[in-house]
Structures are given as C-alpha cells and as structure tokens.
C-alpha cells in the first residue's frame, strides 16, 4: 500500500535559519504533492502544491522540490520565524477510482528566538 | 475568505450512543470530506463525497458511519454506536476539483468528540 514518511523527530533551529523537512513516499508515483501546516487544535491549512514535472516551487520564504525518481519532496522555509512554528504535513492524491488525499505524520518544528 | 465550519467544536457522548457531526463546506466546492485525527497522531482519511456519493471511503469508515448532504450546505458525518475508540478529533474538508492539481483541501477547525 502506499506509505508517505516524514521525519517523526521534531525539528528546532535558530530563528533566521533555513528549516529543511522531508517528505518520502513509497508504492505510488503521484501527479502532484501538497504541503500543509497544522497548529495545536487547528485544522491543517494547505501551503503548496508541486507537480511531477515540476522540480520546485515557490511562494514568498517557502520553497518545496520535487523529486519523482528518489520519491521525495524537500519543503524549506528560510529566514526562519517564531511563528513558524507548527507541525508540517506532506500530502498525496489517490486516484484508485474516487478521491482520497492521505497525509504523512508531520514533522514539528520549533523556531528559537 | 470563505471558510469550512463545523459544529459543535467539543461533543461529549456516552458509548454505545449516536452522534452527529456536522459540517458546512465552502460554498462554491463539490467535493467533501471526513478525516480524523486521534490525539498525537496523524490525519487520517475517513471518506469523500461527491456527487450525493461516496467516492472513496479507509478501512476505518465501517458500518457504524454514514455520511450525508441532507441539504444544499451541510454535510454530515453520524457515528450510529460510539466506541470509547472513537474518540478523536474529526476534520471536515472540501475541495473544488481534485484530481487536477490545482485544487487542494480546505480544512475546518475540527470537532473534539470525546466517548465516556
């Protein structure tokens, strides 16, 4: 069955510093791969979104790459902030006849001030 | 910007009893959905919706829960005998269009449902 991987240990760097999260996925080649952030209580909020023939994307001090041959996805934030800090979620879309987007574990990132 | 909403944000029931979850999707989408999340782990998918039809529904999603779009706003997800492991937070989403790469899922905030 499909499985994504994110690194399960939390994350803490220094505030101004590039945070670097992973994302791995095994048993499927997805057409596109989503980024959420997720805060204590909150809903997930969808961040980005990278297709297979794409091999990066931006949007403001987010930076998500895309590599379908290593099946893995790095998703940067740079210039770190406090309010940075939330858990990330990386996302796939099945298409196994109806709709189902499954999401790794996350991993939590604390920004130090 | 519009959003998802769900009610009631915490629900308390006893085992054993009926609960009803509900949801009203942004307005403009077409498609729904129900993850769950027990605490301290991750989101897990739980079923879609479309067209007054499940599209897909996990292992999870047994006889014991039913969706429905009873009206032209709310979608609903009803547990019919609550289990003590059924407690978790659960997420309502709804989408444009997946499938097309250009349509992620908007989430609510959740409701909190706790089995005694």
């Known amino acids: 069955s499909q499985k994504i991987e994110q690194n399960s240990e939390a994350l803490n760097i220094q505030e101004g510093k590039t945070a670097t999260l992973t994302c791995n996925y095994t048993n499927y080649s997805p057409a596109y791969l989503q980024w959420y952030r997720q805060d204590p209580g909150r809903g997930p909020v969808f961040l980005l979104l990278i297709r297979e023939n794409e091999k990066e994307k931006r949007k403001e001090r987010l930076k998500v790459t895309f590599d379908t041959t290593l099946k893995q996805s790095l998703f940067h934030i740079t210039a770190s902030q406090p309010a940075d800090s939330a858990t990330y979620l990386c996302?796939?879309?099945?298409?196994?006849?109806?709709?189902?987007?499954?999401f790794g574990a996350g991993t939590r990132l604390f920004v130090k001030a | 910007e519009p959003e998802v909403t769900q009610t009631p944000s915490h629900q308390v029931t006893q085992m054993g009893q009926e609960v009803i979850l509900r949801c009203v999707p942004i307005?403009?989408?077409?498609?729904f959905y129900w993850y769950r999340q027990i605490l301290g782990q991750k989101v897990e998918f739980l079923v879609s919706f479309y067209n007054n039809e499940i599209s897909e529904k996990s292992e999870i999603f047994d006889d014991q829960f039913s969706v429905e779009r009873p009206d032209g706003s709310n979608f609903t997800l009803k547990i019919r005998s609550t289990k003590l492991e059924d407690s978790a937070m659960y997420f309502c989403?709804?989408?444009?269009?997946?499938?097309?790469?250009?349509?992620?899922?908007?989430f609510g905030n959740g409701t909190r449902l706790t089995v005694t």
């Open positions: 996302a796939l879309d099945l298409h196994t006849g109806g709709f189902k987007t499954i």
């Open positions: 307005s403009n989408h077409l498609y």
């Open positions: 989403a709804s989408s444009e269009a997946p499938g097309q790469g250009n349509s992620p899922l908007h």
